[in-house]
């Protein structure tokens, strides 16, 4: 194998050891991995994926997810599944969607009680799978992300930028975690399965989470990372302006996807008391002082603040009316139910009658 990777059997860079019989995990696991142009790595990857997993306790399957390959990826991988036991699954993608749409195709496709993703170009160890597995159902944990410590990557062009917006997306979306942007996460399939992911969303997966469960249900994990020793990375600096686009997308849907009137309604009245102080001060500077204010640019200024306010208003009320539609239209639901307690013995379930003598 790969001589940088340590063998499945030691322990690991965070203590615990990747390669033992774990009898603490009780629950089916499916693994996902887009692909994208990582012709080199697929072999290796599927080879360290049936070490690194082969104690695991429980049954389990990889699926591996083509986002239009362009290289022998797929050749490679078909390969490698003629020697399989069928536990290894490939969907190939008719084009290039790109790597939310890839892993989202995955998460879709994926039986497991627990789902794990992780990139494809072995800079994601699996080694790290089976202890965040464990972890994740001990402590009831609804997504656990890695957390690359000991990141190798280029500094000025990825480590500096990641941290830059790993604190600001914790500012703004209330999840405070120090890597967001590590794609080995572990995640209970009934919550993940509830977030539908579009664009480019997989970097603020957590926050998504976070929309449908508790916060104090994320935790993260230090993993393993290494360099990437196939290929070039498809991502880089360039990004950014991308990143900091889907943030404001991403505050928008957390705080007023229920109620975006709340949202326009604040801007809106914000610019119209500003423009109703202006033309204030001006009416009174024309009724009491007598000013000409007809050429003031305040006037226009003012005038135009308040024309704003007045659409923002009713942006606002045609998003409450799209929200509402929308609601009851799909019969989804503003609300995410954990479990109904009763709902397993609703054939035996009653209504509590009045007491006779009442």
Request: charged fraction near 25%; hydrophobic fraction near 40%.
């Amino acid at each position: 194998m790969m001589a940088t990777i340590q063998e499945c059997d030691v322990v690991d860079n965070a203590g615990n050891s990747g390669g033992t019989k774990n009898k603490g995990i009780h629950a089916n696991l499916s693994v996902v991995v887009p692909l994208y142009n990582e012709e080199e790595s697929v072999g290796p990857l599927i080879e360290r994926m049936n070490e690194c997993l082969a104690t695991y306790s429980q049954p389990w399957e990889l699926i591996l997810v083509d986002d239009g390959s362009s290289d022998a990826t797929v050749a490679t991988a078909r390969r490698f599944l003629e020697h399989e036991q069928g536990h290894i699954r490939l969907l190939e993608l008719q084009r290039n969607f790109g790597q939310t749409a890839a892993m989202q195709a995955g998460i879709d496709a994926a039986r497991g009680e627990v789902i794990v993703t992780l990139d494809g170009d072995l800079q994601n160890d699996p080694i790290d799978i089976p202890r965040m597995v464990e972890r994740l159902l001990r402590e009831d944990l609804d997504l656990l992300s890695g957390w690359r410590k000991d990141r190798q990557d280029n500094m000025l062009m990825r480590k500096i930028p990641s941290r830059i917006a790993n604190k600001l997306i914790g500012k703004i979306t209330g999840v405070r975690l120090h890597d967001y942007g590590c794609s080995l996460k572990v995640y209970r399939a009934r919550v993940i399965k509830s977030v539908r992911l579009y664009g480019e969303m997989h970097r603020f997966i957590p926050a998504w989470v976070a929309s449908n469960t508790s916060p104090s249900r994320i935790k993260e994990e230090v993993v393993t990372h290494h360099a990437r020793q196939f290929g070039e990375s498809k991502y880089g600096i360039s990004r950014t302006y991308r990143v900091l686009l889907d943030l404001l997308f991403v505050y928008f849907f957390m705080r007023f996807r229920a109620r975006p009137g709340h949202f326009f309604g604040r801007i809106g009245l914000a610019m119209g008391a500003l423009g109703g102080a202006m033309l204030t001060y001006l009416a009174l500077a024309k009724i009491l002082f007598g000013q000409d204010i007809g050429s003031r640019p305040l006037l226009l200024l003012g005038v135009l603040l308040v024309v704003v306010s007045i659409q923002f208003f009713t942006t606002g009320i045609m998003s409450e009316m799209i929200t509402r539609t929308y609601y009851e239209s799909s019969d989804r639901k503003p609300y995410v139910v954990t479990e109904d307690s009763q709902t397993r013995d609703a054939d035996r379930l009653a209504w509590k009658m009045p007491d006779s003598d009442a």
